[in-house]
């Protein structure tokens, strides 16, 4: 079964601190992997992909990702933490149907509450 | 200018009441999403969406229809409402295709059943 794991409820880190939140995914095909944030009573935000080429990958906000293929993880970093990195953040994997075909559903992990604080 | 946009945000109503939640989306994309956000954050495909093909997810009760009058709107549709399907509902939308498969959401539709 295609799955995603994301092993800490929350994080808490310090302003001005590195901060990692971790996914692990499982899939049947070509990993096609997403990060979101949701804030607070807010939609989901696309923060950044991975389809192929450099397995790190820069994206919204200075958040950047780790793709490792040995170890089926895709860790979502920071350099410098920010209070309004404060969030929950979703890693999700694009669905491969049976037998392929045009739609690619995402499944999410359970979600990461980051909290920073000053 | 926004992307997706749902309505309406906000919606209570009584058990057994029908109701429909509208989503729209101005990218251009062919592939529209409807998602259950639970209270415990957990977020679940519901079904998936473009010109030509539905896919439905076997775990939706089919009291929940989507909708689609045209390729930008995908409204969802509920039959005899239950208190088990409060939640934050989310419209998405995508352009299926070589490097995208990004989804972009609506800001959610919290449905309360009382």
């Known amino acids: 079964a295609q799955s995603v794991a994301q092993p800490e409820d929350q994080v808490n880190v310090a302003e001005g601190n590195p901060l990692t939140v971790k996914c692990t995914y499982s899939?049947?095909?070509?990993?096609?992997l997403f990060w979101y944030v949701q804030y607070p009573n807010r939609g989901l935000q696309f923060l950044l992909k991975?389809?192929?080429?450099?397995?790190l990958v820069k994206g919204s906000y200075g958040f950047e990702a780790e793709f490792n293929k040995s170890q089926t993880s895709f860790h979502l970093k920071k350099p410098s933490a920010l209070v309004s990195d404060s969030a929950l953040y979703f890693c999700?994997?694009?669905?491969?149907?049976?037998?392929?075909?045009?739609?690619?559903?995402?499944?999410f992990g359970k979600g990461t509450k980051l909290s920073v604080k000053p | 200018d926004t992307a997706v946009s749902q309505t309406p945000k906000y919606l209570v109503t009584q058990m057994g009441n029908d109701k429909s939640i509208k989503c729209e989306q101005n990218?251009?994309?062919?592939?529209m999403y409807w998602y259950k956000q639970d209270s415990k954050k957990f977020l679940k495909i519901m079904f998936s969406?473009?010109?030509?093909?539905?896919?439905i997810n076997e775990t939706v009760p089919n009291r929940f229809s989507p909708k689609s009058p045209d390729k930008a709107h995908l409204n969802l549709h509920i039959n005899s409402l239950e208190l088990g399907d409060s939640a934050v509902y989310f419209c998405?939308?995508?352009?299926?295709?070589?490097?995208?498969?990004?989804?972009?959401f609506g800001p959610g539709t919290r449905l309360t059943v009382t």
């Open positions: 998405a939308s995508s352009q299926q295709g070589v490097g995208s498969y990004e989804q972009y």
């Open positions: 899939v049947s095909g070509n990993p096609y």
């Open positions: 991975y389809i192929t080429g450099d397995n």
């Open positions: 999700a994997v694009r669905e491969w149907a049976m037998g392929g075909g045009s739609q690619g559903n995402l499944i």
């Open positions: 990218l251009g994309h062919d592939t």
């Open positions: 969406y473009n010109n030509k093909e539905l896919i």
